[in-house]
């Protein structure tokens, strides 16, 4: 995934949630300077935190009972996951 991609996926994320710029800083356990850094391209975004953010996005629509808060490049995996459990697999 290119680093473009990248930003505006978590940007995509961020706004889905709802959440600030700060929010989101704070969710991550990061300054915001530092969040904006990767909002704004100054720097690439480790894939950590992007599975951390993702993992946010999958217990806010939990939380919400909202499967649109999950990232689009999750929901099949989390759907098939889901009917997985569902027949006790």
């Known amino acids: 995934m290119s680093e473009h991609h990248k930003t505006q996926e978590l940007i995509a994320i961020r706004a889905a949630l709802g959440f600030t710029q700060s929010r989101m800083a704070h969710e991550i356990d990061m300054n915001l300077r530092d969040y904006q850094a990767f909002e704004w391209g100054e720097t690439e975004i480790p894939d950590l935190y992007m599975r951390a953010i993702e993992r946010i996005a999958m217990l806010h629509a939990v ?18 996951f889901a009917r997985m459990v569902e027949a006790g697999a």
Request: hydrophobic content about 40%.
């Open 63 to 80: 939380r919400h009972r909202n499967p649109m808060l999950v990232p689009p490049a999750l929901r099949t995996e989390a759907v098939q």
